[in-house]
């Protein structure tokens, strides 16, 4: 993660930007400096805490079943946000890009194995 990993939620840009709980996609159609997929640490951080907590006191799950969960959380953060933008690929080929909550539940799916 580099620096731009360190911005909180309310400091997103404003404009066309698809803002989730732990990260966010700047569209390279907005922003052609700084387009991306940006982290939101903090709530990744305590999120992940979470995570950890509740698998390592749940008995029904092996441990590498409880390591692959934690090794693939970042993973799936950006999956999900990288879905964002092969939307604004797909719908730019077809003329303007234009975010589309609909978009969302693609996304969700695409991240979660």
């Known amino acids: 993660m580099d620096e731009r990993s360190d911005v909180r939620a309310e400091e997103a ?8 709980v732990l990260a966010y996609y ?11 997929i940006y982290f939101v640490r903090e709530t990744i951080n305590r999120d ?24 693939l959380y970042v993973p799936l953060i950006f999956v999900h946000e990288f ?7 797909m719908k730019l080929s077809k003329g303007k890009y234009k975010y589309d909550k609909s978009e969302e539940r693609v996304c969700e799916y695409t991240a979660l194995p």
């Open 26 to 36: 700047v569209p390279y159609t907005h922003d052609r400096n700084d387009w991306g």
């Open 83 to 89: 879905t964002h933008h092969v939307f604004e690929d």
């Open 48 to 71: 992940f805490g979470r995570l950890s907590e509740y698998l390592s006191q749940t008995k029904n799950i092996t441990g590498i079943e409880k390591g692959l969960a934690l090794y």
């Open 13 to 20: 840009p404003k404009g066309p930007v698809v803002c989730d």
